[in-house]
């Protein structure tokens, strides 16, 4: 549901969404004016434009 929902908004699949992560030029900084949870947001390069993901870690990632 919300990837259907995702994909409506944004015109973006989260599979290829999170191929930000592994771009090795990607910037990625906290959102400072996010509240009440812990959240980032990267900008690198998804071939050919570049793209910016905002995302909340979970607990599997943060735990590592």
């Known amino acids: 549901r919300k990837a259907s929902s995702n994909l409506r908004k944004h015109r973006i699949r989260f599979s ?14 906290e959102d400072s004016e996010a509240l009440g949870e812990q959240r ?13 993901s905002s995302y909340i870690p979970t607990a599997e990632i943060t735990s590592a």
Do not use: C, K, Y
């Open 16 to 29: 290829d969404a999170e191929m930000v992560l592994f771009d090795p030029h990607a910037l990625t900084r």
């Open 40 to 52: 980032f947001a990267s900008v690198g390069q998804i071939q050919p434009d570049g793209f910016l």
